[in-house]
């Protein structure tokens, strides 16, 4: 399906609103700009709650879900076909079986959701937040794409796809650094990244993925071998914040 072409104008303008792309050479810009195109193309934007998104705030939404895809291309948008967008925070409810087998049902207000088998589901105000401060280590729209690029294998285990000799690098590396902020976590240390990344493998590679485009020293101080993975991974941080 050819895809319906997009005015540079109104792209350019939607990418001067995102911090992170000034940090970006032309190459890997020009490469944004063609996933974000394809993304639009492809991605039906449903926002709910009476939100109302022009144009600029699409190709702003495509572009940050773009971001992490810059060196592993359009591949990994395949998989899923929307992207549901909240005005704030949203509330779901999950079932969960403790160790007796008895069903419980948790209440979150979250900030982004990505569905295993379905949609990518954002708080716009969120977005927003993070566009504001772009350089504290969240960035919801990177973090919920890193679940999708984490699905593609057939699972979510905060191991996308990837060779088989640099998953094995990746999987040791990882599972090192997630035990030992596990350990600090359970110690009841403060932790220089977000302790939320000790909840499961999946939310640590999520995580750490937010503090490689948004404070990417502060990651290879904290976690250097996880660090240089997420810079091969995702190319160069687009800044060094």
Known sequence: MAQAPIDPARLRQAGAGLPWLRGLDSVRLERLNALAARFVSEKTITPVHDLQLNEVQRLRLALLCCLPLLEFGGDGLRGWSELIVYPGAFRVRHQRFDDHGVAHEDVEDLAGEAWERGPV???????RADIAEPFEGYCVAVHEIAHKLDAL?????????????WRRQWVSDFQRAFDALCAQVDAGRETAIDPYAGESPEEFFAVCSEYHFSAPALLHAA????????ARFYGAPPFAH
């Open 121 to 127: 589901i954002l708080s716009w105000a969120d977005v």
């Open 153 to 165: 294998d057939g699972g979510m285990d905060g191991t996308p796809p990837l060779p088989q000799a």
């Open 223 to 230: 976690c250097p071998a996880v660090a240089a993975h997420l």
